[in-house]
Nanobody, 115 residues
Framework: QVQLVESGGGLVQPGGSLRLSCEVS????????MGWYRQAPGKQRELVAE???????NYADSVKGRFTISRDNAKNTVYLQINSLKPEDTAVYYC?????????WGQGTQVTVSS
């Protein structure tokens, strides 16, 4: 059973920073791309950032320059460093592992940006 467990969310003021973590059970995650998605109230889930097993990254235009995705395969963990937070970044952030044909999701961690 593959499990993804996110942590690191919280309430932060505009301009602040957070570091989200996603720990994956099992060693096979290192062979696959992983991503962070978010879903704001009343909106569809959207891709925020993704990282390949080789370390190549891709970001949504709305977060480029502010978010950084990274992975530590030895710890089976993917990170999302979020800087210069804006109120529009408020959402539940989900970690994803796509290992065809299976698609695995974490339970999500809430990020709220408010003064």
């Amino acid at each position: 059973q593959v499990q993804l467990v996110e942590s690191g969310g919280g309430l932060v003021q505009p301009g602040g920073s957070l570091r989200l973590s996603c720990e994956v059970s099992g060693r096979f995650a290192r062979f696959y791309a992983m991503g962070w998605y978010r879903q704001a109230p009343g909106k569809q889930r959207e891709l925020v950032a993704e990282i390949t097993n080789g370390g190549s990254t891709n970001y949504a235009d709305s977060v480029k320059g502010r978010f950084t995705i990274s992975r530590d395969n030895a710890k089976n963990t993917v990170y999302l460093q979020i800087n210069s937070l804006k109120p529009e970044d408020t959402a539940v952030y989900y970690c994803n592992l796509y290992a065809p044909p299976n698609d695995y999701w974490g339970q999500g961690t809430q990020v709220t940006v408010s003064s």
